[in-house]
């Protein structure tokens, strides 16, 4: 039967309609803080910033989230275009009717604002909280780190000491110390999900930092006194005064112990000697991993016993090497200067060059040569006490004299004994029981801080943060927050993803380039959901997104591991007109 004009005409209209939009992994995203009730946490906490909105604050943090989350560069100024190509119901399942138009930079500045009056840190806790009862977060180990971030602004006008961070100059982690800075402190537990976090004065110490964190850790994590809590960091939680609190608050810890206490340089050099090295044996299966062994000791700190364990890697530390080198090659080149120097010096006898030579020693430490010394005799003239030429017949007076001469020769035991340093460094814990907490436990769970340093791509990647162009220190601030908060998220479904693949009888996805994994990064989840396209059609008051086609079967394999299925990229809505 031929089809009418008519029918064409409506049909025509019909197709006009229909309009493609970008998913790609966002709504996966937007069912995660579906399901921690991510605005409704916010909202009870954070007070509307304007009743006539017809966007909520934790709705409006969600937007940031998932911007941030976005592969792109991002720029408050510009929010509403990353959403101009995105099905906004699928990212915003509990307000589908969010218009874009209310995604700008004034309401943008203005939720920071809400959000740093409400103090961010009752805010993250709160979204904290969330995830620990939605996802089972064990949260009795804490890996602690911190990071610098360097911003471009002059930031001249504020004040220090009223409660603001303080972005200044400081020790930057970046190697920008022409540029001022925040400190950000990140805490996860085990499996890389942050539980506690802090944005603080750029010029903050990382042990007075720790020091802050240890004293309300129990109190941050709602943790009676007598429960286990172990707490991981980096050496800068390890001073006198850290440790004292450590004990105060019964908090345990595994800490790497710093140069500055002599003890550690003794345990080491007391481990090149005849001691009883633990096998521990490579802590990844990859074919270049380093392998390990322990020395286990005890010694007190302060009067108070601690245990040392000394680890020997198979892989020396390349920055150890090379500043050895450097400390060698800076022995050699000083002392042949001073030996030089001291050969052009006569002797009247042999003994005064022989003491000359001990006396060498005394003066300066060698630690990777030998000197060979060599006394050399030479018969030399007698300068004439007179003036001018001599006479006709004149006796020519000569003196023996001894010069002294050194060949400088590296000391290759005592190279190599340095060397073999390279090799160690000690940890220090509170965990005494060898055999409940074994050398390979406390290594494997201080290995495990990489956890927190993955966090930091948030953080360092210059297309985040520095590029919302934010001139109050407070909604920078407040922005910090809502990167950790987007940080949850992310991790979250990684750790998801990767509990559902750790089963044995759970086939690995495909990753990049095609490659089999069963432990994805959250970027491989993303990669393998994107591109997803769908289709959107609104005729009135009603509107329909639908898949064009079926996904592929790893993509749908990604989204039933990470807990959800297909029908997250679809649905219909009915929207009533506001009077």
């Not at 005064?241 to 004990?247: E, G, K, P, T, V």
Request: charge should be positive; charged fraction near 30%; include cysteine.
């Amino acid at each position: 039967m031929p089809i009418t004009n008519r029918a064409l005409s409506k049909i025509e209209k019909v197709m006009n309609n229909i309009l493609p939009f970008r998913a790609d992994y966002y709504p996966v995203l937007g069912q995660i803080m579906n399901e921690l009730n991510l605005p409704e946490v916010i909202n009870n906490v954070v007070k509307s910033y304007n009743s006539q909105t017809k966007i909520d604050v934790g709705t409006y943090i969600a937007t940031f989230i998932h911007h941030m989350l976005g592969d792109v560069n991002i720029k408050m100024y510009r929010m509403h275009k990353f959403f101009e190509d995105k099905a906004l119901p699928l990212l915003i399942p509990w307000k589908p009717d969010v218009d874009i138009n209310e995604i700008n930079d004034d309401r943008a500045g203005r939720v920071l604002d809400a959000l740093w009056a409400a103090d961010p840190q009752k805010v993250l806790s709160a979204v904290v909280g969330s995830a620990i009862r939605v996802h089972s977060l064990n949260t009795s180990e804490i890996h602690g780190d911190t990071t610098s971030k360097s911003f471009q602004g002059a930031y001249d006008d504020q004040i220090e000491g009223i409660g603001i961070p303080f972005i200044t100059f400081g020790h930057p982690k970046d190697h920008r110390p022409d540029l001022k800075q925040l400190i950000f402190g990140v805490g996860t537990e085990r499996d890389g999900v942050p539980v506690i976090g802090e944005v603080a004065n750029g010029n903050e110490s990382d042990k007075t930092l720790n020091g802050r964190w240890v004293k309300n850790l129990r109190a941050m994590l709602k943790k009676d006194a007598d429960e286990f809590l172990l707490y991981i960091a980096d050496s800068a939680l390890v001073t006198k005064d850290n440790l004292n609190l450590i004990a105060q608050e019964n908090i345990d810890i595994i800490s790497r112990l710093p140069g500055v206490f002599n003890i550690e340089e003794e345990l080491k050099r007391r481990s090149l000697t005849n001691v009883r090295w633990e096998p521990i044996g490579k802590l990844s299966e990859d074919k270049k991993a380093a392998s390990y062994k322990a020395w286990n000791t005890t010694e007190k700190i302060d009067e108070r016993t601690y245990r040392f364990v000394v680890i020997h890697s198979d892989h020396k530390d390349k920055r150890k090497l090379k500043a050895l080198d450097k400390a060698v090659k800076k022995e050699l080149n000083q002392n042949e200067q001073k030996i030089t120097k001291l050969s052009k010096r006569p002797f009247a006898c042999k003994k005064d060059a022989e003491i000359e030579a001990k006396k060498y020693f005394r003066e300066y430490t060698i630690l990777y040569h030998d000197i060979n010394w060599e006394i050399e005799s030479r018969e030399e003239k007698v300068k004439r006490k007179k003036r001018g030429r001599p006479k006709k017949g004149e006796s020519v007076q000569t003196v023996t004299n001894y010069y002294l001469s050194g060949m400088l020769t590296l000391n290759q035991e005592s190279y190599a004994r340095e060397r073999e340093l390279c090799s160690l460094f000690v940890l220090i814990t509170t965990l005494m029981d060898k055999k409940k907490h074994s050398a390979k436990y406390i290594l494997g769970r201080y290995k495990g801080q990489g956890n927190v340093e993955r966090i930091f791509k948030f953080i360092k990647n210059p297309a985040w943060v520095g590029s919302f162009c934010l001139k109050k220190p407070e909604r920078l601030a407040a922005l910090g927050y809502v990167l950790l908060m987007a940080a949850i998220v992310y991790t979250l479904w990684e750790r998801r993803v990767r509990n559902m693949l750790a089963k044995d009888d759970v086939a690995p996805i495909e990753g990049l380039n095609r490659c089999k994994t069963k432990r994805p990064t959250a970027y491989v989840l993303e990669m393998a959901l994107t591109p997803v396209l769908v289709q959107s059609q609104r005729i009135g008051n009603k509107l329909r997104i639908w898949l064009p086609k079926r996904l592929s079967w790893n993509k749908r394999r990604v989204i039933e591991l990470s807990g959800f299925s297909e029908k997250i990229y679809e649905g219909e809505w009915h929207f009533v007109k506001m009077k």
